[in-house]
């Protein structure tokens, strides 16, 4: 890999280590020199104005004053995620005994999840820097993105998941072509592999490994949409569900940019942090009120989020407390319940970690942590068309029948 002479990330301006604070200059590096920490951006934002914004493509591209990406990244062939609709769910809301709810449904992106948003802002660094094939560690909603940005970008891709990731993830991988491999192991034993499979392959970008402090950037565009939705204001308090636990932190970390340049009113928000039981480091680190959490072997249907050892655990216990938020975890069969509850009431079909965020909603609201009466933000960050063993035992048709109307008549479904 050969860097470009002039680097071009729009506003970013350097790399800032989140434990003590040493820069560098901007470049393939994602762990700090002095102390290991992890690297994350820093920028100079010039004048951003809700204009600006609302004058911008109907995508991410919209806030590339606010991200790490080259001025003119909306000419380049990308895979245009973003602004996806935020539903109003009253329906929802009525079930739960709360007054305003809104579901921020990012099922509805190119690949249909979040991941999405990362990829397109990861890709934009690594062909700056100067990297040719863009490759992931995944749980599957990730491998999705990364095979169909790289296949968009005209690039070569390279995924590994792990060899039980369910079947649907595996299909919607490999249709996109590039090198998908399977491994058996968990995901943090995947992740292991990638890291040093990226200090064999120097041309090699793993968006969630050495050029992730751009990648986990494009996680604050939910938050910016999400204000920008809401007629430019916060809402009071917002459930994110924790894999890596890096798009949590990054939504907060858009509510706090966007404060700071004047576009939202500052105000207080709440922030609560979803996982799976079977996979709950975070929630049980919060729970014991400990500073950093323990990591945990997987064990549940939410494979999405299915990360033992998650980077940024240790910030979404801190956002979680500066905010007067908190972090929940539920079973499996909660995580069920909460999809076809969103299901039954929204229309929405989400995969099985809108189920956990979903599920831990419910569980918020019945043990009175959240606010029934403040305006809240869940995110659905996949489609359930991806997860179908989650639900498929237990949904069925009504009835079968005949083709005749006594058979109908019969069947009492009137």
Known sequence: MALTSAIDLGPATALTCRECGNTRDLGPHYACEECFGPLEISYDFGEVTRASIEAGPRNI????????????????????????????????????????????????????????????????????????????????????????????????????????????????TAVYGGTFVTVDGNYDDVNRLASEIAGEQEDWAFVNVNVRPYYAEGSKTLGYEIAEQLGWRLPDQIVVPVASGSQLTKIDKAFQELIKLGLVEEKPYRVFGAQAAGCDPVAHAFKQGWDVFRPVKPDTVAKSLAIGNPADGTYVLDVARRTGGAVEDVTDEQVVEGIRLLAATEGIFGETAGGVTVGVLKKLAESGVLDPSAETVIINSGDGLKTLDAVAPVVAPTANIAPVLDAFRAAGIA
């Open 61 to 172: 591209w919209r806030y590339k004053g606010l991200l790490p990406v080259p001025s003119h990244i909306e000419e380049t062939p990308n895979t245009e995620p973003g602004l996806t609709r935020l539903v109003r769910a009253d329906h929802l809301a009525e079930t739960l005994g709360l007054s305003r709810l809104w579901v921020k449904d990012d099922s509805g992106n190119p690949t249909h999840s979040f991941k999405d948003r990362v990829v397109a802002v990861a890709l934009a660094a690594a062909r700056e820097l100067g990297f040719t094939v863009l490759a992931c560690p995944s749980t599957g909603n990730l491998a999705n993105a990364v095979a169909a940005a790289a296949a968009r970008a005209g690039i070569r891709s390279a995924v590994f998941v792990p060899s039980d990731l369910e079947a649907q993830k595996i299909i919607t």
